[in-house]
């Protein structure tokens, strides 16, 4: 595998469902962030997480949990989510280190919450 | 904080004909720029990026822009388009003294390419 990863491209789920999107970057990177693309909106930046601790959380709703395990990995905890929650959710990596750090996207996971 | 607008949320055009997307920003500082493509079923991909010299800058397949710090813009140009083009194009900025997460997106504009 190369660049980043995404697991599941799709998921449906339930309002009172718990599941968790995956994402794992194979560039060496240590800093991995999660962000919501909704229709007709500007990409919202959800949680970044440096050198695997969360340095940004914005205003997330707390039925949206991120883990940090390693540096390669993040996930993206779901549980008792709204319609509204609907989206692409997608992952990114980047350095931490020199004076631009181009983020590396991964293809997103397409969620739908009935 | 900054803020872009992409005003032009379609842009439909024929196969070889040129096109502009037009991007603007709002910033209280000086600003990296880019643009992204996403293909269908795709993640973000980085077309080109203003750091810091030439004003215009050249990306991947074929695409240019060009940053006028007076009009605090940065179009996308291609004088040429293919059918492959047609995909949704984000504008970015980012503050020069921020950190890589302090990316701000436009809401996107969609190329549609047509013969």
């Known amino acids: 595998e190369t660049g980043v990863t995404q697991t599941p491209r799709h998921l449906v789920m339930g309002m009172t469902n718990k599941k968790s999107l995956k994402c794992e970057q194979h560039?060496?990177?240590?800093?991995m962030y999660w962000y919501k693309q909704s229709a007709k909106k500007p990409l919202e930046l959800m949680f970044v997480?440096?050198?695997?601790?969360?340095?940004e959380n914005n205003s997330v709703p707390s039925r949206f949990s991120p883990e940090c395990p390693n540096s390669s990995h993040l996930f993206l905890h779901l549980h008792t989510l709204q319609p509204e929650d609907s989206a692409l959710y997608l992952c990114?990596?980047?350095?931490?280190?020199?004076?631009?750090?181009?983020?590396?996207f991964g293809p997103g996971t397409r969620l739908t919450v009935l | 904080a900054q803020s872009v607008t992409q005003l032009d949320s379609q842009v439909p055009v024929f196969e070889e004909a040129p096109v502009e997307l037009r991007c603007n920003y709002s910033?209280?500082?000086?600003?990296?720029l880019f643009w992204y493509v996403q293909y269908p079923n795709q993640g973000l991909q980085l077309l080109l990026k203003?750091?810091?010299?030439?004003?215009l800058v050249k990306g991947i397949n074929g695409f240019e822009a060009e940053f006028n710090k007076s009009q605090t813009s940065f179009h996308l140009r291609k004088p040429s388009v293919h059918i492959s083009d047609t995909a949704e194009y984000f504008c970015?900025?980012?503050?020069?003294?921020?950190?890589?997460?302090?990316?701000?997106f436009g809401t996107g504009t969609r190329l549609q390419v047509t013969l």
């Open positions: 910033s209280s500082v000086s600003v990296y």
């Open positions: 203003y750091l810091s010299g030439s004003t």
């Open positions: 997480y440096s050198l695997e601790e969360r340095v």
């Open positions: 970015a900025v980012r503050d020069r003294t921020g950190t890589a997460s302090k990316l701000t």
């Open positions: 560039l060496g990177h240590n800093a």
């Open positions: 990114a990596s980047s350095q931490t280190s020199g004076d631009y750090n181009e983020q590396f």
